[in-house]
């Protein structure tokens, strides 16, 4: 797992966005850019003394919010601490984390919450320069495949490409899978799965997986499907004589 994977998915208002899980902060903050974005109403901040971030800089709270953190369906009371000029837009600091009883397992890249109630894959921050986006609106038929146009960042103009899907793809209504393609300009392509009995829509400049070079492959290994045999596929059966003999072993009254 990379150093820089520390992000999870989460929802507030509706809306879809990472959290900076940050064991070096103390409080837990947001952009006053984001609130305003999410309507959400500030009141007055009982602390009054600044915030000194990783560069140093102070940083004097606004006020606070009270949020509904949704992650994965599960719904967490929130207070978050408004400043200005904030990057990453969303941070979750020690306090949030002790609240919520996080683990954090660095080795598998997994943050469980609430004594493992839910566990979230952590994931590096997903920007629109690392990320591919759908360059249409489109609906999904039920149970079907799908090859889809994106948009990739410029940087990956005309070239071999490999397109991965989140760790998380919770917030997505279809599945998606790794592709490898080589762009045409700033277009390229990705295989979608529509698993539900519905159809779904997927709007335009959803973020739909992260980009790299093919170089950044270390391996390839073909996939080998275990072979359908008869033996398989046996159901074990026991003659009366043997399921009798287990009623009364154990005294079962039938």
């Known amino acids: ?16 966005m990472q959290g900076l899980c940050d064991t070096g902060a103390t409080r837990s903050v947001i952009d006053a850019n984001l609130v305003k ?3 959400l109403k500030v009141t007055k901040s009982q602390l009054t003394s600044p915030f000194i971030p990783a560069d140093g800089r102070p940083m004097s709270p606004l006020g606070q919010v009270s949020v509904n953190v949704n992650i994965q369906g599960l719904i967490i009371p929130t207070i978050l601490y ?9 941070i979750l600091g020690n306090d949030w984390l002790k609240n919520s009883r996080a683990v954090i397992d660095y080795r598998t890249g997994v943050l469980s919450l609430f004594d493992d109630l839910i566990q979230c894959p952590l994931e590096g ?3 629109m320069h690392n990320c591919v ?15 889809l146009p994106v948009q990739v960042p410029r ?3 005309d070239r071999s490409v ?7 793809q919770s917030a997505l209504s279809v599945s998606v899978a790794g592709t490898i393609c080589t762009t045409t300009g700033r277009h390229g392509l990705i295989r979608v799965l529509n698993a539900t009995a519905q159809p779904v829509t997927v709007r335009r400049f959803t973020k739909l997986g992260t980009i790299s070079t093919v170089d950044c492959i270390n391996s390839i290994q073909p996939l080998v499907c275990p072979k359908d ?10 003659t009366p004589e043997i399921l009798e003999a287990f009623a009364k072993k154990y005294k079962f009254q039938i």
């Open 1 to 16: 797992m990379k150093h820089d994977h520390n992000y999870i998915l989460l929802k507030i208002n509706g809306k879809v």
């Open 37 to 39: 974005r999410l309507q």
């Open 82 to 90: 408004v400043v200005n000029d904030l990057h990453p837009k969303l």
């Open 125 to 127: 921050f997903n920007s």
């Open 133 to 147: 986006t759908l360059r249409q609106t489109v609906c999904l038929q039920p149970y079907s495949e799908n090859i």
């Open 155 to 157: 940087k990956f103009n």
């Open 162 to 168: 490999f397109i991965e899907p989140f760790r998380d």
């Open 229 to 238: 045999t008869k033996e398989n596929d046996k159901i074990m059966t026991q």
